[in-house]
């Protein structure tokens, strides 16, 4: 079964908001297997905007994020 992950579990496993969602999307991932997982291109572009927003991250360093 293959597996889409939504912008918030990737932002959080980046460490967006806090330490402990970061940990449990991070787990959350981390339990998947690699060949499952599904990342739609909305996805990246909504990472990439969150990454620069709320990560305060240069768009150089969200874009290799995303």
Same mark, same amino acid.
């Given at each position: 079964?293959?597996?889409?992950?939504?912008?918030? !579990?990737?932002?959080? @496993? /980046?460490?967006?908001?806090?330490?402990? +969602?970061?940990?449990?999307?991070?787990?959350?991932? =981390? #339990?998947?297997?690699?060949?499952?997982?599904?990342?739609? !291109?909305?996805?990246? @572009? /909504?990472?990439?905007?969150?990454?620069? +927003?709320?990560?305060?991250?240069?768009?150089?360093? =969200? #874009?290799?994020?995303?």
């Amino acid at each position: 079964m293959r597996v889409a992950i939504d912008t918030n !579990v990737l932002a959080y @496993g /980046e460490g967006v908001n806090d330490r402990e +969602r970061a940990l449990i999307a991070s787990e959350v991932v =981390a #339990r998947l297997p690699v060949n499952d997982i599904v990342v739609p !291109v909305q996805v990246r @572009g /909504e990472l990439f905007s969150v990454l620069q +927003r709320k990560g305060k991250l240069a768009p150089a360093r =969200a #874009r290799a994020m995303s």
